[in-house]
């Protein structure tokens, strides 16, 4: 009887493994999938590496390095690396941004708290980046969710 409630467990475990795998195989794969964290003297990176699961927000860093002012605003998308491939994490139903105008000058560097309350928590173990357009080019920070 030890041994059938045991197989049962472990069949249990694993089939809740594979159905997590699968959600993530699902999600809609993301049309850019080399972004740079770096160009043309713009830097975009996470605050730290790792953040946990239920964390509600994580923070990103702007840096301009170029020598001229560059604009960016609040709306950014969350990508996770799903088998080599960056897959889009979709939003909660009603998440919305406000629609302002930032701007960073030259040899400045903003910090900016991102949302994940935005998303359905808690967020699976992965490799994730957020995606912003800052001085019109797409920029990618990549963490790690442990």
């Keep these: ?3 059938q409630a045991l197989f049962f467990f472990l069949a249990l475990c694993f089939g809740l493994t594979a159905c997590k795998e699968n959600a993530d195989q699902q999600l809609e794969e ?3 999938q080399s972004l ?3 160009q043309n003297g713009v830097s975009m990176e996470a ?3 790792m953040y946990a ?5 994580m923070t990103i860093l702007i840096e301009n390095k170029s020598e001229q002012e560059v604009v960016y605003g609040k709306h950014f ?5 799903v088998g080599g491939v960056w897959r889009m994490v979709p939003f909660k139903d009603g998440a919305a941004f406000v629609e ?3 701007f960073i000058s030259p040899g ?3 910090t900016e708290a991102i949302p994940l309350y935005l998303f359905h928590p808690p967020l699976s173990e992965g490799t994730y980046r957020i995606v912003k357009k800052i001085g019109g080019q797409s920029l990618a920070a990549d963490f790690i969710i442990e």
């Excluded at 699961?53 to 927000?57: G, L, T």
């Design 53 to 57: 699961p239920d964390a509600e927000k």
């Design 108 to 110: 400045e560097m903003e």
């Design 1 to 3: 009887m030890k041994k």
């Design 36 to 38: 740079p964290s770096e």
């Design 47 to 49: 605050g730290q590496k």
């Design 30 to 32: 993301a049309e850019t």
């Design 100 to 102: 302002i105008a930032l």
């Design 77 to 81: 998308t969350m990508e996770k690396k």
